[in-house]
């Protein structure tokens, strides 16, 4: 697995995406009506290790989260998941999709 | 076999809200043909803000079952094109054109809206072609900078009216009024407010008892974000309403699968499946709070299961005239002369 050490402070700035305060619990998990293995933990947990490429070849899981908020009304660290989650599709927009820009 | 790409289809939306201000536009007629012989006000401090929902959904309808269509076939392949193509062409007009019955319905739940807020001695103006989308399915997708742009748009046109006040009447144009665009733009300082907000506050007597059960969904929006659950509740018993209520209601809410109908319509229907699977066992009467969960549930509800707006039930308990007619959804509720100010409508 490539790291990309710049990873975190890039997604910080892009939208304050922030998962520090994840303690792996699992709860998110366990409640997304959608079941999707690596979401939302394991993909934050790839963003923190700057797992690029991880993070990219999961673009769908990305795109599918509902932003419900079922897992983040019941975060006990409290972590801004849906926000989070957000800020990942600006990031794969801007720098994966081509999106926000003049070309097609 | 291909899925619907991500990419062409978001940068669609893009060039949607850049260039015609929505996500999906729709026609002027279909924007605005609600208020005919309403007579709204032009403007004003406080205003009724659609943000065009309800008169979006007869088209993201016929949007969606094109793209379930083209979910895993060749056709998938062509977005790109699609895309070049509707920079010129607005293919929202072509392929979105939408069931005109269906339109004339969720015209009627904009209806109920203004009778309501009328009856409970609300005055209010409205802002017509600047009742502008307010940009959520943008936000939600991470169109950051398209949305930024978008919604400097719509605070200027508001500010240009002298609004001081707005009355919501979906969950996610009050999400954008209320949360985001205070995020997002400098100076933003609107009042937001839902129409079930000020008709709670407005207490309305009721016309008659309905006398009938329903169960209720949740929006997701609505009960998790803004602190919209009790509001919907205390109007429909107070209109003689029984509220039986799901397992998951409330905060606790479960989500209809319509955020994820235009990217994976698939899926999206799969979760709209088990959650009218979950309500009808309560109630086969449901009602709903947003426009958007309101349609993708109907589309794969059964048929002895009635699902509608709540506007349709309070407009039934509270006004004298009803403007749209919800009989067939209101067992119990009685039969009414068919509204005299109103288009009437079939639930």
Redesign the interface.
């Known amino acids: 697995m490539k790291v990309d050490p710049t990873l975190p402070d890039r997604l910080a700035r892009t ?1 304050g995406f922030n998962a520090s305060a994840c303690i792996n619990c699992g709860s998110c998990t366990a409640l997304c ?2 079941g999707m293995g690596p979401f939302p933990r394991q993909l934050f947990r790839y963003v923190l290790l700057g797992a690029r490429e991880e993070v990219v070849r999961h ?2 899981e990305i ?8 897992c ?2 019941n975060c006990p660290a409290g972590v801004h998941i849906a926000e989070n989650v ?8 801007r720098e994966e ?4 820009t003049s070309e ?1 | 076999m291909s ?1 619907i790409p ?2 062409d289809t ?2 669609m939306l ?1 060039d949607n809200l850049e260039r015609r201000k929505s996500v999906l536009p729709v026609p002027r007629r279909r924007a605005l043909g609600w208020t005919k012989g309403l007579d709204l006000p032009r403007g004003g401090e406080r205003v009724l803000y659609t943000g065009q929902m309800f008169q979006i959904v007869p088209a993201i309808n016929a949007m969606t079952d094109r793209l379930a269509k083209m979910e895993g076939s060749w056709m998938a392949n062509y977005f ?1 094109l699609a ?2 193509l509707n ?1 010129w062409v607005n293919l929202a007009g072509v392929m979105a054109r939408g069931d005109p019955q269906e339109a004339r319905e969720y015209s009627g739940f904009l209806r109920n809206i203004v009778s309501l807020l009328r009856r409970s001695g609300v005055e209010f103006g409205y802002l017509y072609e600047d009742d502008l989308y307010a940009g959520a399915l943008a ?8 949305l930024r742009a978008h919604a400097e748009v719509v605070f200027r046109n508001l500010r240009s009216h002298g609004v001081k006040e707005v009355i919501t009447v979906d969950p996610h144009t009050t999400e954008m009024l209320r949360e985001i665009y205070p995020k997002v733009l400098k100076g933003y300082d609107l009042k937001v407010r839902t129409y079930l907000e000020v008709l709670v506050e407005r207490r309305p007597a009721p016309v008659q008892q309905l006398g009938t059960m329903v169960t209720v969904h949740d929006s ?1 929006i609505y009960a ?2 803004e602190g919209v659950i009790e509001q919907p509740r205390e109007l429909l018993r107070r209109g003689g309403v029984e509220i039986r209520e799901v397992e998951r209601s409330g ?2 809410t ?2 209809c ?1 319509g ?2 109908e235009m ?2 319509p698939e ?1 999206s229907s799969e ?1 709209a499946t ?1 959650r009218v699977g979950q309500l009808s066992q309560v109630s086969k009467q449901v009602v709903t709070l947003c426009p958007l969960c309101l349609a993708n549930l109907r589309r794969v509800a059964p048929e002895d299961v009635k699902i509608t707006d709540v506007s349709t039930y309070l407009a039934k308990a509270y006004c004298p005239s009803s403007p749209a007619s919800p009989a067939a959804d209101v067992s119990g509720a009685g039969t009414r002369a068919p509204a005299d100010h109103g288009t009437p409508v079939e639930a």
């Not at chain 1, 795109?63 to 079922?70: A, G, P, R, T, V």
């Not at chain 2, 936000?139 to 398209?146: N, R, Y």
């Open positions: 939208g009506p959608l673009t769908e795109y599918s989260c509902l932003l419900c908020k079922m983040e009304d957000r800020t990942l599709r600006t990031f794969l927009g999709l081509g999106l926000a097609v | 899925p991500i990419r978001l940068g893009e790109g895309r070049r920079r936000h939600d997708e991470g169109l950051d900078d398209a997701c998790r974000r905060r606790a479960q989500c699968g955020p994820i990217l994976f899926r979760l088990q």
